[in-house]
C-alpha cells in the first residue's frame, strides 16, 4: 500500500529565513504524481508545488522549491525568505493514475516575526 | 471562474441525525472526490465520482455514507445516522482531468 510520511509534525522558523519539510513515500508504482499543499486556519487547501515523477528537473514556484529524489523517494519542500503569511499545515500527498490522492499526516509550520 | 463550492460551511447534527453535504465543481469539472479530515489528521480519500457514476469508493464506510454525482446539480454526501466520531471536516475536490484536483473550502461537521 502506498504511503507518505512526514516526519516533522511541527517546526518554527524566524521571518526572512529558509526552511526544509521533509516527505517521503513509499510505492511500487513508476508513473505518478506528488504535491505539497498548505493548509492555512482558514484550512482552505492550497496547492503549493506539483512534480510529476517522470520529470527529473525538480519544480519551482516563486519562492517554493522541491527537492525530488525519486530513487530515495523523497520529496522534500524548501521554503525561501519564509514569510509570516506562509504559516500553516503543509501537507505532502502522492497521487497515482487512479487519481486517489494520499496525504502525509502534515507538519505545522510556524513563521515567527 | 468561481472556484470549487462548498456548502454548509459548518453542520451541526445531533446524534442519529442524517447530514447532507454538498459540492458544487468548478465548471467544466466532471470529476469529483470527497476527502474526510479528522482533527490533526491528513485528508483521507473517501469516494470518486464523475456524473451519474461512482468510480471508486474505496474510501466510504460500508454502512451509512452514500454519494452521488447527478446529471444536473452538485454532488452530494449523505451520512445517515450520525454518531460522534463522524465529526470532521470533508473536503470536496474536482477536476477537469486526470492529475489535477482543486479543493473547495470544505463543511467543518460536528455532531453533538
Known amino acids: 500500500a502506498q504511503t507518505v510520511t512526514q516526519s516533522q509534525p511541527e517546526m518554527s522558523v524566524q521571518e526572512a529565513e529558509t526552511v526544509t519539510l521533509s516527505c517521503t513515500y513509499d510505492?511500487?508504482?513508476?508513473?505518478?504524481?506528488l504535491f505539497w499543499y498548505k493548509q492555512p486556519p482558514s484550512r482552505q487547501m492550497i496547492l503549493v508545488i506539483r512534480q510529476e515523477a517522470y520529470k527529473q528537473q525538480n519544480a519551482t514556484e516563486n519562492r517554493f522549491s522541491v527537492n525530488f529524489q525519486k530513487a530515495a523517494k523523497s520529496f522534500s519542500l524548501k521554503i525561501s525568505d519564509s514569510q509570516l503569511g506562509d504559516t500553516a499545515m503543509y501537507f505532502c500527498?502522492?497521487?497515482?493514475?487512479?487519481?486517489?490522492?494520499?496525504f502525509g499526516k502534515g507538519t505545522r509550520l510556524h513563521i515567527l516575526p | 471562474n468561481a472556484g470549487v463550492m462548498q456548502n454548509p460551511r459548518h453542520l451541526v447534527r445531533r446524534r442519529g441525525q442524517e447530514a447532507r453535504l454538498r459540492c458544487s465543481p468548478m465548471?467544466?469539472?466532471?470529476?469529483v472526490y470527497w476527502y474526510r479530515q479528522l482533527p490533526e489528521e491528513g485528508l483521507k480519500f473517501m469516494v470518486y465520482?464523475?456524473?451519474?457514476?461512482?468510480?471508486?469508493e474505496s474510501g466510504m464506510p460500508k454502512e451509512r455514507f452514500s454519494a452521488e454525482f447527478p446529471k444536473e446539480g452538485p454532488s452530494i454526501l449523505r451520512i445517515q445516522q450520525v454518531v460522534r466520531g463522524d465529526s470532521a471536516a470533508y473536503f470536496c475536490a474536482s477536476s477537469p482531468q486526470k492529475n489535477e484536483q482543486y479543493f473547495g473550502p470544505g463543511t467543518r461537521l460536528t455532531v453533538t
Open positions: 510505492t511500487s508504482e513508476n508513473n505518478y504524481y
Open positions: 465548471k467544466g469539472h466532471s470529476h
Open positions: 500527498a502522492w497521487m497515482n493514475r487512479d487519481d486517489k490522492i494520499i
Open positions: 465520482l464523475q456524473k451519474e457514476n461512482i468510480i471508486d
